[in-house]
């Protein structure tokens, strides 16, 4: 079993910026790809962004693609997402999770997931 813990949510100005961590423990050489998805009220969980656990290679969504930066720090098990020129559609609960079935791939899709965390708000006023 992998725990993943998020931290870092919170509330910003539209042009602001957040960066969110993501802890991981438990069995974390199990682990292949990292991910980011949010979730707002009364929509589907979306893809964020991601990263191969033991690489450099990343993946974004469009609508975050040039504001937002993922990266990893494996000494510390943990995942951040840099958020900058955020807009008030970024507002959503923001979710780790942890993909350890897929050794070569990064996938888009929630439920090629794992594991996951708990969530943290990320709340943009206009």
């Known amino acids: 079993q992998v725990q993943l813990v998020e931290s870092g949510g919170g509330l910003v100005q539209a042009g602001g910026s957040l960066r969110l961590s993501c802890a991981a423990s438990?069995?974390?050489?199990?682990?292949?790809?990292m991910g980011w998805f949010r979730q707002a009220p009364g929509k589907e969980r979306e893809f964020v962004a991601a990263?191969?656990?033991?690489?450099?290679?990343?993946k974004y969504a469009d609508s975050v693609k040039g504001r937002f930066t993922i990266s990893r720090d494996n000494s510390r098990n943990t995942v951040y997402l840099q958020m900058n020129s955020l807009k008030p559609e970024d507002t959503a609960v923001y979710f780790c999770?942890?993909?350890?079935?897929?050794?070569?791939?990064?996938?888009?899709?929630?439920?090629?997931?794992?594991?996951w965390g708990q969530g943290t708000q990320v709340t943009v006023s206009s």
């Open positions: 999770a942890a993909d350890a079935r897929r050794r070569f791939v990064i996938t888009t899709s929630p439920n090629d997931y794992d594991f």
């Open positions: 990263i191969k656990w033991s690489s450099d290679r990343t």
């Open positions: 438990g069995r974390t050489l199990s682990i292949y790809v």
